[in-house]
């Protein structure tokens, strides 16, 4: 059986120091190089906006980071502008093994959709490709690890799981945001999902 390892955007601006800093982030990557080594497939996920995208607080007059807004395909949190295409805060964290990557899949470059999911838009039905490209390889059983656990982790997870994969999430090599109560709901979501948290 072929089992693939997905590390979800751990990238600079996730990272202390970033420009949508997770407490931790960068703890996780020393432990991730060497999990990588345990599986037949490393696919690594990168946040990967345009400058003035949607889901930017400053794309949006009167708008702080933070908040929640209603957007045609639901409701979005509005972040600080972060993991800017070609920018620093976009780049993968200098000590990440990148070498052993298969794929790197870039989401959220669609300026009027963000996109949490390694699968799909926020809109829950534009496809990223992802579930294409690990079917045809054979690919059926997944774990995860990354930033941030209660957004693009969370939300991969639970589209994994609904797509058939078998799905693990790595809690201790994952870190969180946790906006009012953001983590817990992730957590408690991810298990109705039937996805393993271990
Ligand atoms: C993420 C917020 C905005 C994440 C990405 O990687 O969890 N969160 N963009
Ligand atoms: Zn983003």
């Known amino acids: 059986m072929t089992r693939a390892l ?3 955007d751990v990238q600079n601006d996730f990272c202390p120091g970033g420009a949508l800093a997770v407490a ?3 703890q996780i990557v020393p432990d991730i190089n060497t999990l990588m080594t345990e599986f037949d497939a490393v696919i ?13 607080a400053s794309s949006h007059a009167g708008r702080n980071p933070m908040e929640l807004i209603e957007m045609p395909y639901g409701p979005q949190v509005l972040w600080p502008d972060h993991c800017i295409q070609g920018s620093t805060g976009a780049l993968f964290h ?3 093994t990148t070498d052993r990557a298969d794929l ?5 470059f669609n300026p009027a959709i963000d996109s949490y999911s390694a699968f799909f838009e926020n809109d829950h039905t534009t496809p990223t490709g992802l579930e294409g490209y690990l079917k045809t390889r054979g ?12 957004f693009c982790v969370n939300f991969s997870a639970v589209d994994a799981a609904r797509l058939g994969f078998d799905v693990t999430v790595r809690q201790e090599l994952c870190r969180g945001i946790d906006l009012d109560g953001s983590l817990l709901a992730a957590i408690t979501g991810m298990k109705e999902a039937g996805v393993t948290i271990v």
């Open 44 to 56: 690594l996920t990168q946040d990967w906006h345009p400058a003035g995208h949607s889901s930017f």
């Open 104 to 108: 790197i899949i870039r989401k959220g």
């Open 6 to 8: 997905i590390v979800i």
């Open 94 to 96: 200098p000590d990440l």
């Open 24 to 26: 931790e982030g960068d």
């Open 139 to 150: 690919i059926r059983d997944l774990t995860l690890v990354g930033l941030a656990t209660d």
